[in-house]
């Protein structure tokens, strides 16, 4: 069994930043593909980013590349998802994702 638990949400104008942090425990995902997933109100949930287990490989959806970072602490099981030039097309639930598990997400709110 694999825990999940996103932090880092909130309210953010249009430009701004957040990290969102994805803090792992039960088995350890240091050996492991990491994803982040968001869900925007009335859509359906998307990819956004993912990291390799050694933090060496990632990849993007288009709509945010070069504005997000994905990235890993394998010693503290936590991903992190750093967001610059934040919009309002930004605006969805932020999900953690390892395989089959997922933290119960945190909301990303983003003013024009």
């Known amino acids: 069994q694999v825990q999940l638990v996103e932090s880092g949400g909130g309210l953010a104008q249009t430009g701004g930043s957040l990290r969102l942090s994805c803090a792992a425990s039960?088995?350890?995902?240091?050996?492991?593909?990491m994803n982040w997933f968001r869900q925007a109100p009335g859509k359906e949930r998307e990819f956004v980013a993912a990291?390799?287990?050694?933090?060496?490989?990632?990849s993007y959806v288009d709509s945010v590349k070069g504005r997000f970072t994905i990235s890993r602490d394998n010693a503290k099981n936590t991903v992190y998802l750093q967001m610059n030039s934040l919009k309002p097309e930004d605006t969805a639930v932020y999900y953690c994702?390892?395989?089959?598990?997922w933290g119960q997400g945190t909301q990303v709110t983003v003013s024009s």
């Open positions: 994702n390892h395989q089959n598990y």
């Open positions: 039960g088995r350890t995902t240091s050996k492991y593909n």
């Open positions: 990291i390799s287990w050694s933090g060496g490989i990632t």
